[in-house]
């Protein structure tokens, strides 16, 4: 059963940064197909922040990038967002999800497994 569990948001002013973990179980990171760190904000719809392969290509959404990295420590079996440069808009709650499936797509429906999610909230 795959496992997987969010920590590292909280409330930041605008400028500051974070780092968001994601403990894998049930599933080894460096050879999961396909991962991401997403984001909700309220009203507004899921949306992908950055998705990883196993090859370790990333893709990131226009708005972070620059601003936010995505890693792997595999000992750890953990994936990582470290987030710097953060603004108000950045503000929501991070989820981490793990994809099964051959290929390597954004779209929230296409994954999994999810974690409970962690809130990061942005102040002006």
């Known amino acids: 059963q795959v496992q997987l569990v969010e920590s590292g948001g909280g409330s930041v002013q605008a400028g500051g940064s974070l780092r968001l973990s994601c403990a894998a179980s049930?599933?080894?990171?460096?050879?999961?197909?396909?991962m991401g760190w997403f984001r909700q904000a309220p009203g507004k719809e899921r949306e992908a922040v950055v998705i990883?392969?196993?090859?370790?290509?990333?893709s990131y959404t226009v708005s972070v990038q620059g601003r936010f990295t995505v890693s792997k420590d595999g000992a750890k079996n953990t994936l990582y967002l470290e987030m710097n440069n953060l603004k108000p808009e950045d503000t929501a709650m991070y989820y981490c999800a793990a994809r099964s499936g051959t290929w390597c797509y954004t779209d929230p429906p296409s994954f999994d497994n999810w974690g409970q999610g962690t809130q990061v909230t942005v102040s002006s």
């Open positions: 990883i392969d196993k090859f370790d290509t990333t």
């Open positions: 049930g599933l080894t990171i460096n050879n999961s197909n396909c």
